[in-house]
């Protein structure tokens, strides 16, 4: 048998999980979240002329050609 520190854990995860399936089904949430995470993305992102180098966050992207 489970322990009840373990019945007690898998309880909570199951109320978290079913608290997210309900609000990530809203059709309003879903939007908004692709939206704020799209301004996010745009609000970190950093356009440097030399060689194409974006960074996002502490993330550092280049395109330069050798």
Known sequence: MLSDGAVNF?????IW???AWALWSQPTINTRTHEYR????TAWRVDVK????????????GSCED
């Open 38 to 41: 799209n301004a996010w993305a």
């Open 10 to 14: 898998l309880i909570r995860c199951g």
């Open 50 to 61: 030399d060689c194409n180098a974006r960074a996002y966050g502490l993330l550092f992207k």
């Open 17 to 19: 999980a079913l608290l």
